[in-house]
């Protein structure tokens, strides 16, 4: 089992960039596929990017290619996601998530930190 815990989110205007992190508990975390996903407003949860166990695979959303980049630090317990070029519909919750080896969906959830772009 795994604990996450974002940080980093706040308040940007349009075009400028967030750092998000999220710090996860045990040894273990270096074993998990992670993600960074979001919710906005009046919206379901959607997909933002993620990546592998060893940082050999990444993906990301269409509406984020070129401006967000995920990485992670597996000896700091941590992935990152950093945003650059920032647009209004970025506004949202981020969440960090967790996938163990072998299962087709994210097993575990962080609380969330608040994005919000001003134009």
């Known amino acids: 089992q795994v604990q996450l815990v974002e940080s980093g989110g706040g308040l940007m205007q349009a075009g400028g960039s967030l750092r998000l992190s999220c710090a996860g508990s045990?040894?273990?975390?270096?074993?998990?596929?992670m993600g960074w996903f979001r919710q906005a407003p009046g919206k379901e949860r959607e997909f933002v990017a993620s990546i592998s166990r060893n940082s050999d695979s990444r993906y990301n959303t269409d509406s984020v290619k070129g401006r967000f980049t995920i990485s992670r630090d597996n000896a700091k317990n941590t992935v990152y996601l950093q945003m650059n070029s920032l647009k209004p519909e970025d506004t949202a919750v981020y969440y960090c998530a967790a996938k163990q080896l072998g299962f087709e969906t994210y097993n575990y959830w962080g609380q969330g930190t608040q994005v919000t772009v001003s134009s």
């Open positions: 045990g040894p273990t975390f270096k074993t998990y596929t």
